[in-house]
């Protein structure tokens, strides 16, 4: 993708595919799932995932599985009110930018252009 990916929309995608596993799920699958979205590296998500637990969007525990432990990442609910306003930020986001790469520029700023 051509377009740069900021914190925000990083945080924004994790929560996204956390908030889907009701059970939790753990990294490597939620990278896999990631980058359905965009291209992104294990060693750049994890880094995602830890600051997402320190704001306490992201509840972390292991289990055991196949004589290993894995680590689980869970949604919060201050991670789905996070995610909730990250959601509408996006539509207005997205539909903003939708309207001037169309030519259709929103009317505040046509009129500041003819005045």
């Not at 965009?38 to 525990?61: A, F, H, M, N, W």
Request: positive net charge; hydrophobic residues 35%.
């Amino acid at each position: 993708m051509v377009f740069n990916t900021g914190a925000a929309l990083l945080d924004a995608i994790v929560l996204a595919v956390v908030s889907g596993k009701k059970e939790g799920t753990y990294g490597y699958k939620i990278t896999q799932d990631v980058r359905q979205a965009i291209d992104i590296s294990e060693s750049t998500l994890y880094p995602v995932l830890r600051r997402l637990q320190k704001d306490g969007c992201l509840d972390v525990y292991d289990m055991a599985f196949r004589g290993r432990n894995r680590r689980y990442y869970k949604i919060t609910e201050q991670g789905t009110a996070q995610l909730n306003l990250y959601q509408s930020e996006w539509k207005n986001y997205v539909s903003r930018i939708s309207a001037v790469l169309s030519g259709h520029y929103p009317a505040q700023a046509r009129k500041e252009e003819e005045g």
